[in-house]
């Protein structure tokens, strides 16, 4: 305990899935720090520099915002006005769109950093009273892909390894994720199993490389897009060499003689030439995950976020599932979550293709349980939009009135000044945020000021399913109310019954009896419990159960067959769009090591900018040769999309032919010219929904 200390709260760090225990110090004169929380089973007391930093980019209330306001055209200025007159205004607006043009010309896009009982209420609030299901999450960025690659291997949405698995598994297959930037913590264990263990195989599979290849044993540095290729091929070597369980494979899964026949169609050799590597490495691969008792397969973005993300989730948790990695100590597909609470989302239904507890908006008796649950007639039958449909439908005028929460869309958002033009024709937008420095506040309509991460109580759950308690540490400034709360008052506004809750607590416990029966069932947890416990792992079905830390221990899958079920993929090529002599290089966009998302946070903190402070583009040695392009030289990446204009970084560690760029910097930031989703293209996996961010086609001149 510091020598002014007078209290500590523990919460959650608002960062990554990772999920890491935080202790909050704060002293007499209201002065918070942070410490990793030595008691908890994730972190053991470490935390990544952005964990370690965290309260300097709470405690600063420079950019903060203290009070409604309001602006009555897009020509007026704004004003500031009661919460009262500022739920009032969003209230008749909203009323009177949805008597006009009917309730799916509103819609919510909210956020994986939202915690739990948020994303209940809002979904609550929309599906089961606006009467749409139109509320999307900016996890559908992140996350959409492996849901729906869980949902079509294992029957569900469900990640079913747990971090304890790291210092059991002796072969790790990390995919498309730089967790040594991205996923510190989680790195730092495999990093430790791996010096106490040096037997233990690490194989990265990657176009750049990147920090996590620095302790990898074989590094697979394929081209763009070509992933299945080659997990086709290691499936295909595994089979050719009776490195598979068959006693798994006939007992507990179904399609293999298909999936065997599409890996057959291509050779090791043809994809070896597909991809980029040599075939050796492929085999060598082969022979790590043959030899492997426990292989754990991870993965991120550069599964998810592709046009064909969902394939790639199931051609890689494929390799599980023939060599029986699955539901046993040490092994199974683990992808790693971008955002802090993306899990806890997903639980209560926050995609606009989902419902509560992982029903299905398709299927009518869930519907009818959820409506039933709430009290109303019915649950819209029509998908709600998605991210990117939402965009859309502002274009075409169909969506009047949008509602964000806690993201910043128009520096994530993929083809960002499509975005913008689609912004400008809503009719009503309404931002409810806690900074000022959010890009998407130049279109505001209605400012609801936010309380932060330590100002509120409610809970997260992580990558591995695993549900945190968060204590409310510090009051928010001004009139900053949690989101919570301002959608419950917004809901009376509107006239619902049904949002008069004395605390969190009480919707946590809604949430929780709302999942009774289903297979992430929490109906046996409370706050009291939570707090006690500390965190646990879902399901936990009955009154002081211990957690589950692990999914399919008794290989029974959630498939009406109870088997895992394997795809024929038979098309395993990129569907992203072609590159052209116009546009001949590869732009890929990701995360660097300091900063979070669009800087609204990490941005404000001076130790986070020593580590990189300007966005700098990547560009192979080569590439930048033919384009006389020296090291620091400004550069210019077009495309009919838009232009990034920033200096080079000449770089071995990058493929010939691809580039990247850093995500996090927008306009505010960085003027216009730094915002990477200016050229990212608006396509997205057909059934995911997901956007393609890590595959535009661009060239790059010298400025
Ligand atoms: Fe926070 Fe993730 Fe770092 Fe842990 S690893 S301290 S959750 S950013």
Not at 429 to 453: C, E, N, W
């Amino acid at each position: 305990m510091k020598r002014h200390a007078e209290e500590s709260f523990k919460t959650t760090c608002s960062y990554c899935g990772v999920g890491c225990g935080i202790v909050v110090k704060k002293n007499r004169k209201g002065k918070i720090t942070v410490e990793g929380d030595q008691d908890h089973p994730v972190n053991r007391g470490m935390l990544c520099s952005k964990g370690m930093n965290l309260h300097y980019a709470m405690q600063d209330q420079s950019d903060r915002l203290l009070h409604p306001e309001m602006r009555w055209s897009r020509n007026h200025p704004y004003q500031q006005v009661s919460w009262d007159m500022a739920l009032q205004r969003a209230a008749a607006v909203f009323k009177s769109i949805i008597q006009t043009y009917g309730p799916d010309a509103v819609g919510f896009y909210v956020s994986g950093q939202c915690l739990t009982e948020e994303y209940y209420i809002a979904n609550k609030l929309v599906k089961g009273f606006l009467g749409t299901n139109n509320i999307d999450t900016n996890s559908r960025l992140c996350m959409s892909s492996a849901v729906a690659g869980y949902t079509k291997t294992l029957g569900e949405d469900s990640v079913p390894i747990a971090y304890e698995d790291i210092e059991l598994a002796d072969c790790f297959f990390i995919a498309g994720a730089n967790p040594a930037w991205c996923h510190p913590i989680l790195f730092r264990r495999i990093e430790a199993h791996k010096q106490a263990n040096p037997d233990v195989k690490v194989i990265v599979v990657d176009p750049r490389r990147t920090q996590t290849c620095a302790m990898a044993d074989l590094h697979l540095q394929i081209s763009p897009g070509t992933d299945m290729y080659v997990y086709h091929a290691i499936a295909r070597i595994l089979i050719e060499n009776g490195d598979v369980d068959y006693n798994f494979i006939n007992n507990h899964t179904e399609g293999f003689a298909e999936y065997r026949d599409a890996v057959f169609n291509v050779t090791v050799e043809e994809a070896a030439r597909i991809c980029d590597v040599p075939e050796s490495d492929i085999r060598l691969a082969a022979s790590y995950i043959a030899a492997a008792k426990g292989f754990l397969t991870l993965w991120a973005m550069g599964l998810n976020q592709s046009v064909i993300g969902v394939n790639k989730n199931i051609a890689l948790i494929s390799l599980n599932l023939i060599t029986g990695h699955i539901g046993k100590p040490g092994s199974g597909p683990f992808s790693l979550t971008g955002q802090p609470n993306a899990m806890g989302g997903r639980e209560v239904g926050g995609l606009a293709t989902m419902l509560a507890a992982h029903r299905s908006y398709a299927n009518p008796e869930h519907r009818k349980e959820v409506a039933s649950f709430w009290g109303v007639p019915s649950i819209s039958e029509k998908p709600g939009l998605t991210a990117t449909q939402m965009i859309e439908a502002l274009e075409r005028g169909d969506l009047k009135a949008i509602w964000i929460i806690c993201t910043n869309p128009l520096v994530s958002l993929p083809d960002t000044r499509r975005a913008e033009a689609a912004m400008k024709k809503a009719r009503f937008v309404v931002v409810q945020d806690i900074s000022r420095k959010s890009d998407t506040l130049d279109f505001a309509d209605l400012i609801l000021p936010a309380a932060g991460h330590f100002e509120k109580e409610g809970t997260m759950t992580n990558s591995e399913r695993r549900i945190s308690h968060l204590s409310k540490a510090i009051d928010a400034p001004g009139e900053a109310l949690p989101d919570v709360e301002i959608l419950c008052r917004f809901a009376k506004a509107m006239g619902f019954h049904g949002f008069d809750y004395n605390n969190v607590d009480e919707i946590f416990d809604e949430h929780c009896r709302l999942t009774k029966g289903t297979n992430l069932d929490i109906s046996g947890l409370n706050y009291a419990q939570l707090k006690e416990s500390g965190t646990i792992q879902w399901p936990v079905p009955e009154k002081n159960h211990k957690g589950t830390a692990r999914l399919f221990t008794d290989s029974q899958f959630y498939t009406p067959s109870k088997k895992a079920k394997f795809h024929p993929l038979n098309n395993p090529e990129n569907q992203s769009e072609p590159l052209t002599s116009d546009f001949p290089l590869i732009l890929t966009t990701g995360r660097i090591r300091d900063q979070w998302h669009t800087m609204t946070k990490t941005g404000k903190v001076n130790k986070l900018r020593q580590h990189i402070d300007k966005p700098v583009l990547e560009i192979h040695p080569h590439d930048a040769m033919v384009r006389n392009i020296k090291e620091g030289d400004v550069v210019e990446i077009d495309n009919f999309r838009g232009t990034v204009r920033v200096s080079a970084k000449i770089s071995e560690d990058i493929k010939k032919g691809v580039v990247f760029l850093p995500m996090h910097w927008g306009k505010i930031l960085q003027k216009d010219l730094a915002r990477a989703n200016n050229l990212t293209s608006h396509l997205v996996d057909p059934i995911s929904k997901e956007p393609d961010f890590k595959f535009s086609a661009v060239e790059v001149r010298k400025f």
